[in-house]
């Protein structure tokens, strides 16, 4: 099994800037990609970006010049840190991690952590 445990989201002003981690636990042999996804009330949820194993990263376009997603492969960490928050940035984002498990024959994982609230108000 793998856990998934988000930090960071919470209230900020409009321009302002939050940093989220997410730490990926348990019984992993190989994580071949980490990412970031929101959902706003209301709507679908939605790709922010993502980073796999080769560092390669991909940004939705909302997200494209103020978020920057990195990765710290040795801890099963990812990280997003976003700048110039706006109001249409407000959700809540779910760290998703894929990968394969430390168990006989390898076999894929797709996980997802409980999400954290962003909120960007004056």
């Known amino acids: 099994q793998v856990q998934l445990v988000e930090s960071g989201g919470g209230l900020v002003q409009p321009g302002g800037s939050l940093r989220l981690s997410c730490v990926a636990s348990?019984?992993?042999?190989?994580?071949?990609?980490m990412g970031w996804y929101r959902q706003a009330p209301g709507k679908q949820r939605e790709l922010v970006a993502d980073?796999?194993?080769?560092?390669?990263?991909n940004y939705a376009d909302a997200a494209k010049g103020r978020f920057t997603i990195s990765r710290d492969s040795v801890k099963n960490t990812v990280y997003l840190q976003m700048n110039s928050l706006k109001s249409e940035d407000t959700a809540v984002y779910y760290c998703?991690?894929?990968?394969?498990?430390?168990?006989?024959?390898?076999?894929?994982?797709?996980?997802w952590g409980q999400g954290t609230q962003v909120t960007v108000s004056s």
């Open positions: 998703n991690t894929r990968g394969q498990l430390l168990r006989l024959y390898k076999p894929t994982f797709d996980s």
């Open positions: 348990g019984s992993i042999f190989r994580v071949t990609a």
């Open positions: 980073v796999v194993s080769d560092g390669t990263t």
